[in-house]
Structures are given as C-alpha cells and as structure tokens.
T-cell receptor
C-alpha cells in the first residue's frame, strides 16, 4: 500500500514565476492538507481539501491556491513567487471516516525560489 | 490563537541517556496532542498521540502524558539510540479533521 506521494521532489524557480506541486493521498483517504515548512521551522497549515472543495484555510495570501480532483489527489499552486516562498511543502492525507482522522505525511517537495 | 511551544535545540545526548523534550500548548477547549518525528530528508511521521487529559501516548520506547493542568505534553525516552537522531515536533489539533498546529521543532543528536 503506497503512502502519500508528492511530486516533484525538488524544484527551482525564479521570482515572479508560478509553480504547481502535486500530491496523491494514501489509499482510502479522501482529505488532503497542505503545509509549508520553512527551514528550521515547524510546518504551517496552508489549506485543506475535502470533496473537491477548500474546507479550511490558514493565514496564507491568495497567491496560494489549490485543487482536489475526483480521485482525491490534489495540487498546490503558488503564483508570483517570492524568495520567502522557498520551503519544504508537505502534503498530508486523512480519512474522514476514521474516528481520530490521523494525518499521514508525504516526503515533501522542496521549492527553492531564486 | 492556538500555539505550541517547544524547548529549543539542538539537544545532544550520548547513547543510552535519558531524553526529555518539553512541550507546552495554548488552546481553548480540549485539543488532541501529538509528537511527530522527521528524519533527515524525509517527511513527518506520527510518533505518538493523546486525545484527552491524563492519556499517555507511547511508541518505540517514547512516552508523553497529556497534562491539562500544566498544558504540557513532554516527550520522554529512557534510553536513546543513535537512530533516534531526528527533529521532533509537538503539535495540537482542536478537533478531528482539523488542521495541525506545530511547534518549531527540537533537533536531537545522539552520539555513539
């Protein structure tokens, strides 16, 4: 059973560009959450998708947007990249049908903005 | 708002030493509490959790007790190994399905 997978592993972009990161949830999971982890910091919640809709959102600007597909996979899009967007982006999946709804994390995509 | 405070690292110990990593939280209501571990180059793995006051979470020799009176969830292990070297994150969640709020992480280095 594959866990949460993310692509690409690493990405280098320049300021002002746009980027799309992808996540496939663990089998049986229907909810996807995205987190940003800056170097030396804890992960910060960006948003969560369930039933193809954004259900919760953290304190991130509108440059950060997402999408969830019918197969529960998800994309994170960031427009007009800033140097400060350089971070490890983590995807976590969970099942709405489980009592404690544990989140399982992928290995992350490391984004470098030059 | 909700927040988690962890002791700053790095924490450097010799193999077989006793480990304590302090974690306190601020939140309304009765959050669930978690410890996650991040090994070099990897994502986060759930280490243990506790969902209500006085619960003790345990896994792989690590333990943490949910203390509502002191709003704490300190991580302990009686005898660390070199393979325990990683970054440890304390986190809270207000309700099932809700976002996780993380501390800044504590790096542990264990010397042979």
């Amino acid at each position: 059973d594959a866990g949460v997978t993310q692509s690409p592993t690493h990405l280098i972009k320049t300021r002002g560009q746009q980027v799309t990161l992808r996540c496939s949830p663990k089998s049986g999971h229907d909810t996807v959450s995205w987190y940003q982890q800056a170097l030396g910091q804890g992960p910060q919640f960006i948003f969560q998708y369930y039933e193809e809709e954004e259900r919760q959102r953290g304190n991130f600007p509108d440059r950060f947007s997402g999408h969830q597909f019918p197969n529960y996979s998800s994309e994170l899009n960031v427009n007009a990249l800033l140097l400060g967007d350089s971070a490890l982006y983590l995807c976590a999946s969970s099942s709405s049908g489980q009592l404690y709804n544990e989140q399982f994390f992928g290995p992350g995509t490391r984004l470098t903005v030059l | 708002g909700d927040s988690v405070t962890q002791m700053e690292g790095p924490v450097t110990l010799s193999e077989e030493a006793f480990l304590t990593i302090n974690c306190t939280y601020t939140a309304t209501g009765y959050p669930s509490l978690f410890w996650y571990v991040q090994y070099p180059g990897e994502g986060l793995q759930l280490l243990l959790k506790a969902t209500k006051a006085d619960d003790k979470g345990s896994n792989k020799g690590f333990e943490a007790t949910y203390r509502k009176e002191t709003t704490s969830f300190h991580l302990e292990k009686g005898s660390v190994q070199v393979s325990d070297s990683a970054v440890y994150f304390c986190a809270l969640r207000k309700s099932s399905g809700d976002k996780l709020t993380f501390g800044t992480g504590t790096r542990l280095a264990v010397r042979p």
